[in-house]
């Protein structure tokens, strides 16, 4: 709790940020989660090719970016810049949704982008949940 780093960066493992954590750059996984608990503050970007991102209470200066995971802010977070789904790599026929949701008053400050145009996006926007920018390539869903 409290600490500060520079960069986090794993090829297979997640990453978990507890209370309070700042990181200076970026957080980035290929096979893992990424979990930031309350107050945590990445003033860079949030990047896994396979995993899921959460963020409680948490803030993100720059962009998240996924391939094949969840997103989730809740609990008052905010991206200050964009959510990103990048196209994946090699072929799967296994084609599931991803869906990113965004509740507990958290907001999306830039845009959401769906760039894989072979994978759908739900955004699922409730309990006062935001995008402030444009969407691309999404379905929103509000509860």
Same mark, same amino acid.
């Given at each position: =709790?409290? %600490?500060?780093?520079?960069?986090?960066?794993?090829?297979?493992?997640?990453?978990?940020? %507890?209370?309070?954590?700042? @990181?200076?750059?970026?957080?980035?996984?290929?096979? *893992?989660?990424i979990d930031c608990q309350?107050g945590a503050l990445v003033?860079?970007? &949030?990047s896994t090719m396979n *995993?899921?991102?959460?963020?409680?209470?948490?803030?993100?200066?720059?962009?998240?970016?996924? %391939?094949?995971?969840? +997103?989730?802010?809740?609990?008052? /977070? $905010?991206? =200050?810049?964009? !959510?990103? !789904?990048?196209? $994946? $790599? *090699?072929?799967?026929?296994?084609?599931?949704?991803?869906? &990113?949701? +965004?509740?507990?008053?958290?907001?999306?400050?830039?845009?959401? !982008?769906? $760039?894989?145009?072979?994978?759908? @996006?739900?955004? +699922?926007?409730? /309990? *006062?949940?935001?995008?402030?920018?444009?969407?691309?390539? @999404?379905?929103? !869903?509000?509860?």
């Open positions: =709790e409290s %600490a500060t780093v520079e960069d986090l960066q794993t090829i297979n493992g997640s990453i978990l940020l %507890a209370e309070k954590v700042q @990181v200076l750059g970026e957080v980035n996984t290929v096979n *893992g989660s309350q003033k860079e970007e &949030i *995993g899921d991102i959460n963020l409680n209470q948490s803030t993100v200066k720059y962009n998240v970016q996924t %391939a094949n995971g969840d +997103i989730t802010l809740h609990n008052k /977070s $905010r991206v =200050e810049g964009d !959510i990103v !789904i990048r196209p $994946r $790599r *090699g072929f799967s026929s296994d084609n599931p949704a991803l869906n &990113i949701t +965004i509740s507990d008053s958290s907001v999306v400050a830039g845009n959401i !982008i769906n $760039r894989d145009k072979d994978r759908t @996006v739900n955004v +699922i926007l409730s /309990s *006062g949940g935001q995008v402030k920018g444009r969407v691309q390539n @999404v379905q929103i !869903i509000e509860q």
